[in-house]
C-alpha cells in the first residue's frame, strides 16, 4: 500500500483489490448542520452493508461525542473497525481500506465541513422530512456549493410510513428546487433505536425491527452506482 498525503481527509490511499490491482480508496462522508438527523445510524448501517458485501471497511468517528464508537462497545457483531480521526491515521499506514465511511462531529461549522468534504467522493446528508431538518440541511448544501462540491446526496431518513406522504412530498420539493436525494430513504422504524442500544446494526435484528435494513441495502447499492459512475 502507498499513501500520498499529509492530512488524512486528502488521502489518496491507492488499495491492493488482491486482483493485481490498485484502486483509489472511496470516502463517504455522513454530516449535517443539524443534531439528531441519524448521522451515526446512517453511518453504522452504511458501513455495515460495505462489509457485508465483502468490501474492506472502516468507520471513522470523528464526533467528539463518539456517538459510534460507544454503540459498538455496546454489541459484539460490527465486523468492521470504528477509530477516531487520530487513530485511523495510524491505522491507515498499516492497512488499506477500500471504503472510509467518516461520521462528521455534530454540528459542524462551515470551515470544518469544507475540511471534512474536500476529500470526500460523496457527501451524504441526512435529514427527516421537517422544516425542522430542512432549513440546517439547505444552508450545508448551499456552503458545500460555495466550494464547488456537488457530490453530495441528501437522505430522507425517519421517513413516517404510509398512508402519510411526507416523505414523497419532501423529496419531490428538494428535487423540483435543483437538490440531489437519493431514491432510496429510511423509513421510521423503532428498529433504528433498538439497533442503537444493543451495538448491532439493524439488520441483523429480528420481526419487523429489521425492516429498515431493506431500506439501507437499497441506499448501499445507489451509493456503490453513484461513486462507479463518478470513477
Known amino acids: 500500500m502507498t ?9 489518496p490511499i491507492l488499495v491492493d483489490t488482491k486482483v493485481g490491482k490498485y484502486v483509489m480508496t472511496k470516502q463517504i462522508l455522513i454530516c449535517n448542520y443539524k443534531g439528531g438527523v441519524g448521522k451515526t445510524s446512517t453511518a453504522i448501517n452504511i458501513a455495515d452493508w460495505l462489509e457485508n458485501q465483502n468490501h474492506s471497511v472502516m468507520l471513522i468517528d470523528c464526533d467528539p461525542n463518539r456517538s459510534a464508537t460507544k454503540l459498538k462497545a455496546r454489541g459484539e457483531s460490527l465486523g468492521f473497525k470504528i477509530l477516531s ?4 491515521l495510524s491505522e491507515l499506514q498499516k492497512k488499506s481500506y477500500e471504503y472510509l465511511v467518516i461520521d462528521s462531529q455534530a454540528r459542524p461549522h462551515s470551515e470544518e465541513l469544507s ?6 467522493d460523496l457527501v451524504v446528508l441526512p435529514m427527516a422530512p421537517s422544516i425542522d ?8 448544501i448551499a456552503d458545500l456549493k460555495k466550494l464547488g462540491i456537488d457530490h453530495y446526496r441528501i437522505l430522507l431518513s425517519a421517513v413516517p410510513p404510509k398512508p402519510s406522504r411526507e416523505g414523497e412530498t419532501m423529496r419531490d420539493e428538494l428535487l423540483s428546487g435543483g437538490y440531489r436525494v437519493f431514491d432510496s430513504w429510511i423509513r421510521r422504524s423503532a428498529g433504528i433505536p433498538k439497533a442503537a442500544l444493543e451495538g448491532c446494526a439493524v439488520r441483523k435484528l429480528t420481526g419487523n425491527y429489521k425492516l429498515p435494513g431493506r431500506d439501507y441495502a ?8 453513484f461513486l462507479e459512475e463518478e470513477q
Open 3 to 11: 499513501v500520498f498525503a499529509s492530512s488524512w481527509f486528502y488521502l
Open 85 to 88: 480521526q487520530q487513530r485511523a
Open 115 to 120: 475540511d471534512f468534504a474536500d476529500g470526500a
Open 133 to 140: 431538518d430542512l432549513d440546517p440541511t439547505l444552508e450545508a
Open 218 to 225: 437499497r441506499l448501499g447499492t445507489e451509493i456503490i452506482q
